[in-house]
Structures are given as structure tokens and as C-alpha cells.
């Protein structure tokens, strides 16, 4: 089992709906990145949080850390927000080293 | 500024032979690093390098060579490629290894027939 769990896996929504990405972790960590990987294949930093919440624009992050939880959150999606999603958490128990989930494939229909 | 530079973007390799993936970075960071993404499968860390000479190995090192020839640039060659080895490869810096922001560049798909 990975330490790094992330769902759903793939989600699909209409535009203007409200998005939930969530992310589970099993051990310690010192941050949680969220990122976001475009069809095209590259790959951009949204998110590093370590608690509480962060806010950019439609997008906002949260994380539990005695839940071991984080979600991103998009509000009033658009089909622009069409990418997998992945949650990376630097696990500090053990060998020191960043986690990536799976990814969350999300398409938004027009 | 560039941000994190990876050169090429396509690459088709026959079996035994090698290649150098280069990447370069225009942000002062110390920090670079390696992964490999394969379908169903997270980011996985080949080698990573913690400051300028420095390098070490992540999760999935072998049939791998890497070099941080300075604080700018960290290559990683393929001395024999294998089957195995056909994936999507991206380099990424950030600041420090702990708690920065990571700046990938865009990615080589790699083939190896």
C-alpha cells in the first residue's frame, strides 16, 4: 500500500461544479504539495502546505495533520481546469523522501 | 527566466544503447532531482542532489548514472538502455529538499526498443 493514497482516481464534473480532490497519508510528514500536470505533460506546483489552508484564485488547499488528510478544492470549475492532479507529501519517518500519489485524472465538461 | 530546462523532449533509444538527459535551472536552487512517471504509477525518484557535488540515490536507481556538474546543471545518463527503462523522465529543483516549492521542467518521453 502506498503512503500516498489519493481519490478518486479519476472524476469527470460539468462546468461550474464544485471539485474535491482528496489526499491521505500514513505516516509523518513535514508538507504536502499539490501539483498540477497538464495534458501536455508538464507538470506545475500549486500548493505546499504543512497546516491549515491556502487559497489561490479558485483553488484552495487544506490539510488535518492528526487526520493525516489534505484536499485541494476547486471552485466554479472550467473545462481549463481539465489535468491529473497529484498530492506529493515528504514523509520525515524513516528515509527521509517525497511520496507521490497516483494522481487524480479530473475532466471538466463545457 | 527559463526555470528548469530539460533537454530533449522525444528521444527513441535501441536497446544497449546510452544517452544523457540533460537539465538546467536558473533559479539559484540547490536542490535537483530525477523521477521517472510510468502509467498507474506515482512519480518515483531515480536520484536526487542535495547541493552542487553532491548526489544520491532515490527509489529507483539503477541502470542509472547522474552528474551535478554545477549548482545549475544535473544530468542523468542511461549507459545501457533496456525495455525497462521506456518511460517519461522530468527533472525538478527546489530550493532546499525539505519544505520548498519543486519546479519541474517538461518532461522527455523516452523509448527504448
Known amino acids: 500500500k502506498n503512503e500516498v493514497e489519493q481519490s478518486p482516481q479519476n472524476l469527470t464534473a460539468q462546468e461550474g461544479e464544485f471539485i474535491t480532490i482528496n489526499c491521505s497519508y500514513s505516516?509523518?510528514?513535514?508538507?504536502l504539495h499539490w501539483l498540477q500536470q497538464h495534458p501536455g505533460g508538464g507538470i506545475v506546483s500549486l500548493f505546499m502546505l504543512s497546516s491549515g489552508k491556502k487559497k489561490h484564485g479558485r483553488l484552495i488547499a487544506t490539510i488535518n495533520i492528526q487526520e493525516k488528510h489534505s484536499s485541494l478544492h476547486i471552485t466554479a470549475s472550467h473545462p481549463r481546469d481539465s489535468a491529473v492532479y497529484i498530492c506529493?507529501?515528504?514523509?520525515?519517518?524513516?528515509?527521509?523522501?517525497?511520496?507521490f500519489g497516483q494522481g487524480t485524472r479530473l475532466t471538466i465538461n463545457p | 527566466n527559463a526555470g528548469v530546462t530539460q533537454t530533449p523532449k522525444f528521444q527513441v533509444l535501441k536497446t544497449g544503447q546510452s544517452m544523457t538527459l540533460q537539465c538546467a535551472q536558473d533559479?539559484?536552487?540547490?536542490?535537483m532531482y530525477w523521477y521517472r512517471q510510468d502509467p498507474g504509477m506515482g512519480l518515483r525518484l531515480i536520484y536526487y542532489s542535495a547541493s552542487e557535488g553532491t548526489t544520491d540515490k532515490g527509489e529507483v536507481p539503477n541502470g542509472y548514472n547522474v552528474s551535478r556538474l554545477n549548482k545549475r546543471e544535473f544530468s542523468l545518463r542511461l549507459e545501457s538502455a533496456a525495455p525497462s527503462q521506456t518511460s517519461v523522465y522530468f527533472c525538478?529543483?527546489?530550493?532546499?529538499?525539505?519544505?520548498?516549492?519543486?519546479?519541474f521542467g517538461n518532461g522527455t518521453r523516452l523509448t527504448v526498443t
Open positions: 533559479m539559484n536552487h540547490n536542490s
Open positions: 505516516v509523518g510528514i513535514s508538507a
Open positions: 525538478a529543483s527546489s530550493e532546499a529538499r525539505r519544505g520548498s516549492p519543486l519546479h
Open positions: 506529493a507529501a515528504f514523509i520525515i519517518q524513516g528515509a527521509q523522501k517525497l511520496v
